[in-house]
């Protein structure tokens, strides 16, 4: 267990529905990712945060995914609309300030788009 | 031509062998290089990372880059059926901030 936990672990849904992901990064850690990943393949890079301000986001990302850090914690990531393309892994990474490049993967939620 | 390659495996080393994998990445001005280890049905895990050209060792392990011919590389000597997982490498790009660009992963297989 790394510290950064994520919630829920599985979301099955309906194609069109929207769902929203959480994730509690490491107390301490001012930084703050999210990946996707899909079978076969490496995390994809979808968006980060410094604190609450979101410093960058994937062309990945299209207009029906947006991510909120409000407080400089807990984030979400919410899809809407979903597709069946959306079907993945959502992985949330934290790091420690001054460490930046060290990212520690919380366990992932497991997206499935019916 | 992708950013960071992997030869996807899988990699099959008998138990106490060294496991050799390898890593090439396309942008020259990249400064960091991840290793992580990712179980299946797993999140990845850092096990190792290294900044300049050479070796570094860590335990069974020992990464090595060169920034020259543009790939880095991970040992793992006396290879345990534990180390049986996919192996991931990452790279910290430049002007890219934090965001680290993974391969698709070698998975290795020990076999006793």
Known sequence: ?114 | QKEVEQNSGPLSVPEGAIASLNCTYSDRGSQSFFWYRQYSGKSPELIMFIYSNGDKEDGRFTAQLNKASQYVSLLIRDSQPSDSATYLCAVLNTGTASKLTFGTGTRLQVTL
């Open chain 1, 1 to 114: 267990d790394t510290g950064v936990s994520q919630d829920p672990r599985h979301k099955i849904t309906k194609r069109g529905q929207n769902v929203t992901f959480r994730c509690d990064p490491i107390s301490e850690h001012n930084r703050l990712y999210w990946y996707r990943q899909t079978l076969g393949q490496g995390p994809e890079f979808l968006t980060y945060f410094q604190n609450e301000a979101q410093l960058e986001k994937s062309r990945l990302l299209s207009d029906r995914f947006s991510a909120e850090r409000p407080k400089g914690s807990f984030s979400t990531l919410e899809i809407q609309r979903t597709e069946q393309g959306d079907s993945a892994m959502y992985l949330c990474a934290s790091s420690l300030r001054g460490q930046n490049e060290k990212l520690f993967f919380g366990s992932g939620t497991q997206l499935s788009v019916l």
